[in-house]
């Protein structure tokens, strides 16, 4: 068996916002759906990884050749995962290791999935994965961070019942053999959380690689550095923000909607420019509409005003099926066969706006 740092393999991919460590050997992972991509031929495959947290457990997925292997809740501290054993060396297989925790704002110290090693065959031979036909980024809330999309029965708030590869923007990106870095938080919104807090909106952390993770230790691991944005540059931007803002109107006393419109707008039109500025020749599209649509008229009119500012075009709104109770899972979020739906019509607005 042989031993390798992540950050020299050439042929691994790393998938989603990650920071590099001060040594270079090993790569932080903050937002859900982030981790490493690999395609050998090799008989067996470990990972080494290192999970520090709080008190909300870190839970990866590996995928291998699409499917789903494992879903594993980590232990604080150093791990070493198997990944397969006693496969055919002689096989070709494209694997992911993933966080399937979304990023955590608050949670102790740090909340922070750290990739350190692969081990595999001392003969295993790597391939380098396919250029992607599309690069997509995907901006949300818990939605777009798959809650309900993981544990559909239960009622509690925690990290088990979320889902990476079962969410909307992943299978979206798959459909449409897309890469794709989401950035979502459970209960933020564009201007305000769903609690009427200004301080959990994810505009103002967009520059960053995961800036909305707090503490010395995310920080230590490189949340608040500047993120690379000629890196990595995406085709299409789906922007899924506004149902937390609802919220933030309907369950509070701190603003009416009167007080809230010019708030809303002003954030939206705002982060339009900024989104068009940092990634000047992506699609944006304006995604809403799963739980509630009663920020769609606002969501318009920001777009409106936005273009008729800039005289930009490449930016549209597209309406998601509102979910029924059919479609409802654990504590009202959208259950699988929702995402599954959503990430089908959202594929299908992407091709016909790419053609």
Request: glycine share 8%; proline share 4%; charged share 25%.
């Amino acid at each position: 068996m042989k031993r390798l740092f992540v950050t020299e393999i050439p042929e691994l991919v790393r998938m989603g916002r990650t920071a590099e460590s001060e040594d270079g050997t090993s790569l932080s992972v903050f937002w859900t759906a982030s981790g490493i991509e690999l395609r050998l031929g090799a008989s067996d495959l470990f990972v080494e990884l290192e999970s520090i947290y709080g008190s909300l457990e870190l839970w990866i997925d590996v995928m291998i050749d699409g499917e789903l292997s494992q879903k594993i809740q980590l232990p604080h501290g150093r791990s070493r995962i198997p990944v397969f054993q006693g496969l055919d060396p002689s096989r070709v297989r494209t694997v992911r290791i993933l966080r399937d925790t979304q990023a955590m704002a608050q949670d102790g110290d740090a909340s922070v999935l750290l990739f350190h090693a692969i081990e595999t065959d001392d003969h295993a031979m790597f391939e380098r994965i396919p250029e992607p036909a599309l690069r997509l980024e995907v901006i949300g809330d818990s939605i777009t961070s798959g809650e309900g999309a993981g544990l559909e029965r239960q009622v509690e708030w925690a990290p088990v019942v979320f889902s990476a590869v079962n969410s909307y923007g992943y299978l979206a990106a798959e459909l449409l053999n897309a890469q794709v870095n989401i950035l979502s938080s459970s209960g933020w919104g564009l201007y305000a959380s769903w609690d009427a807090n200004t301080e959990c909106a994810l505009p103002p952390y967009y520059h960053e690689v995961c800036g909305l993770a707090k503490g010395a230790g995310n920080e230590a691991a490189g949340a608040k550095r500047p993120w690379d944005f000629a890196a990595w540059r995406p085709d299409v931007i789906v922007i899924n923000l506004g149902t937390n803002d609802s919220g933030a109107i309907n369950n509070q006393n701190r603003w009416t909607r009167e007080e809230y419109h010019p708030l809303f707008n002003n954030a939206a039109v705002s982060f339009l420019r900024d989104l068009r500025a940092q990634n000047p020749e992506a699609r944006l599209l304006w995604a809403y509409g799963m739980l509630g649509n009663d920020m769609a008229e606002w969501i318009r009119e920001a777009i409106a005003d936005y273009m008729r500012e800039t005289g930009d075009e490449r930016v549209s709104f597209f309406a998601f099926t509102d979910c029924d109770a059919a479609h409802l899972g654990v504590r009202s979020h959208p259950n699988r066969r929702a995402h599954k739906e959503a990430a089908e019509a959202l594929a299908e607005e992407i091709r016909r706006l790419m053609r």
